[in-house]
């Protein structure tokens, strides 16, 4: 197991295809941003490059602003993190406040992935564990995945989206 997830390959500067996305916009809605806003958010570009560090399962995620060249954030996705949003993150819904959130990363079986039917998963609860969330990043032939399921406490259906990311010239 250990040796399909090293080659589980993430690698790369990936841009989000708006266009290929589904589910983006209702999920956006149930972290709480209102319709005009999550439909902008959705849209708007999104740019990451993923870079295995200490030779093992271990992810440097640099996401930049819009799609430039400046640095929004650096983190690297382990099997136990913590990561910092300030007040407004609009993945968490906009809220007032700044929000720390503990992160678990695990390699899990996903039958869409392909060549390798591997996904990084990460996993966490939001808002004093209101929301639990899975993210999953997956190749599937040329392009990168992002499938994130929301499931809110209660009696609330699980929310899905699914991104969809193209490898950018990275430089």
């Not at 080659?7 to 916009?25: E, H, M, P, Q, Y």
């Not at 998963?121 to 032939?141: A, I, L, M, Q």
Request: proline fraction near 6%; aromatic fraction near 8%.
């Amino acid at each position: 197991w250990d040796g399909r997830c090293a080659a589980v390959d993430l690698a790369g500067k990936w841009s989000r295809d708006f266009s290929r996305c589904t589910g983006l916009i209702e999920a956006l809605e149930a972290r709480g941003l209102p319709p005009d806003r999550a439909q902008a958010e959705s849209a708007a570009p999104y740019v990451q490059r993923f870079a295995r560090i200490g030779g093992g399962r271990t992810w440097r995620v640099t996401t930049y602003r819009g799609d430039g060249p400046e640095v929004r954030r650096v983190l690297d996705y382990t099997e136990c993190w913590d990561e910092e949003y300030p007040a407004g993150a609009v993945i968490l819904g906009c809220q007032p406040e700044a929000m720390t959130i503990r992160r678990r990363t695990a390699f899990l079986a996903e039958p869409d992935a392909a060549p390798e039917a591997i996904a990084h998963c990460t996993s966490s609860s939001t808002f004093g564990g209101v929301h639990v969330e899975e993210s999953r990043r997956y190749r599937k032939g040329p392009h990168l995945i992002l499938r994130r399921t929301l499931w809110a406490r209660g009696n609330s259906p699980r929310v899905i989206s699914t991104e969809v990311f193209r490898r950018i010239k990275d430089g």
